[in-house]
């Protein structure tokens, strides 16, 4: 019996394409050349090159190692100490009861990594990296909880083959592991409080990106605890708002609104967009930070419901990270993986997102543009008037 090739050594049929691919091909030989290597290097033309892209090959072999600095530079919380004064290295050690020593090798690796940097007399003062961690707390709960990404991803072969043994899927209780199981009661704070906090960098992008001035009542669905549209409501006070996420969630975001005032001006409506039916009366509906955490067949049912919900002419705004269409984009590997390990949903590019958008019956689909799109992206689609002249012409006259 002949032997099966093992994976290195099984020959596959190379595709043929255009001149784009033989160029390519062509630079895979060059770039894999020991020879043009040692020229590149010799030559004062091409060493900035050479020395560029190894640096950026360290940084993806070491970004272990800068996650753990951060993590513990949180977990002491250095930063925020020195917000408030540069320190020396013995004033840092008997505040955190480390070993001199220790905590240099980290004060030093983090001086490295730009979230601190070196003061006059010795001593130690925040970075330009380590200002926005000291200063935002979504920022640092963010730093905190993605320590089980990182156990997730110790092995990540294992992972990649089976994503169910992750632990981060329990910590969502609307993924399809949750809903088997069982989420506790105190699942639905603990995370709603976390993406409070994390959402405060997209609520300014998501405010600068679109004239909500256009509209008259908007229905925020995936909600949460109404960090979002209890912006919106205070940037537009001419605004009616409606929030809707599970009950669980839309109790504690009532309670959140009442505090802040917001009660008379924001209703809050408890459901599943699996399962029930969405509120109706808005003209504008935002979906921000929900698409990317389904399924296609579910987003698709959403944004068809969505759809159905709005009056002629009525919007869709849909804010949340979008891969980048080249696949150069150093954040989407971080979403690739989270969403694995979470157990629910996949990122997508505007592209993937405009085509479901348009399935669901949506026009004049289009990017807006957004001054800082690292933590979102923004898509803007309308139910046409067309769309009702069709209706009418048919008889069946949208009520």
């Known amino acids: 019996m002949d032997a099966v090739p093992s994976h290195s050594s099984m020959s596959l049929p190379v595709a043929t394409g255009g001149w784009r691919d033989r160029l390519a091909a062509q630079i895979d030989r060059w770039s894999t050349s020991p020879g043009l290597h040692r020229w590149a290097v010799a030559s004062s033309l091409t060493r900035w090159l050479v020395r ?3 640096a950026r090959l360290f940084a993806c072999m070491a970004g272990f190692v800068h996650t753990q600095v951060l993590l513990a530079c949180v977990r002491l919380r250095l930063l925020e100490t020195l917000s408030e004064a540069p320190r020396t290295l013995d004033e840092l050690a008997h505040l955190t009861g480390l070993q001199a ?13 730009g979230l ?11 970075g330009s990296l380590g200002a926005p961690v000291a ?5 640092r709960e963010m730093v ?8 997730d991803l110790r092995d990540p072969l294992a992972l990649l083959r089976d994503p169910n043994q992750a632990q981060m899927h329990t910590y969502w209780p609307y993924t399809p592991h949750q809903q088997r199981e069982g989420a506790s009661a105190d699942s639905f704070g603990r995370y709603s409080a976390l993406m409070s906090t994390s959402q405060r960098f997209v609520i300014d992008e998501l405010l600068a990106a679109y004239p909500f001035v256009d509209h008259q009542r908007v229905l925020d669905i995936g909600g949460g605890m109404g960090g979002w549209v209890g912006a919106l409501a205070q940037r537009h006070p001419h605004l009616q708002c409606t929030l809707f996420d599970l009950p669980p969630v839309a109790q504690l975001a009532r309670e959140q609104l009442d505090r802040q005032g917001l009660g008379e001006r924001i209703t809050t409506h408890g459901g599943s967009f699996i399962t029930d039916p969405l509120p109706r009366g ?4 935002t979906l921000v930070r929900v698409a990317h955490d389904h399924d296609d067949a579910t987003v698709l049912q ?3 419901a969505i759809h159905d919900s709005l009056p002629l002419a009525g919007a869709l705004v849909l804010a949340e990270p979008m891969a980048n269409a080249e696949g150069q984009s150093p954040i989407d590997p971080y979403f690739h993986f989270y969403l ?3 157990g629910s949903g996949r990122l997508r590019t505007p592209q993937a997102l405009s085509e479901l958008m348009a399935q669901a019956g949506f026009t004049h689909i289009e990017l807006a543009p957004n001054p800082m799109p690292l933590h979102a992206q923004v898509l803007v689609g309308r139910k046409s008037r067309a769309q009702g002249a069709l209706s009418h012409a048919s008889g069946n006259v949208t009520p």
């Open 302 to 304: 959403l944004l068809r």
């Open 340 to 342: 694995m390990a979470m």
């Open 282 to 285: 808005a003209d504008l509906v």
């Open 135 to 139: 200063t935002h707390a979504g920022i």
């Open 52 to 54: 560029r892209r190894s």
């Open 116 to 126: 601190m940097d070196r003061r006059s007399r010795g001593r130690y003062g925040l």
């Open 144 to 151: 905190e909880h993605n320590a089980t990404l990182y156990e």
């Open 101 to 113: 020593a220790s905590l240099q090798r980290l004060l030093d690796s983090a001086v490295a990594m």
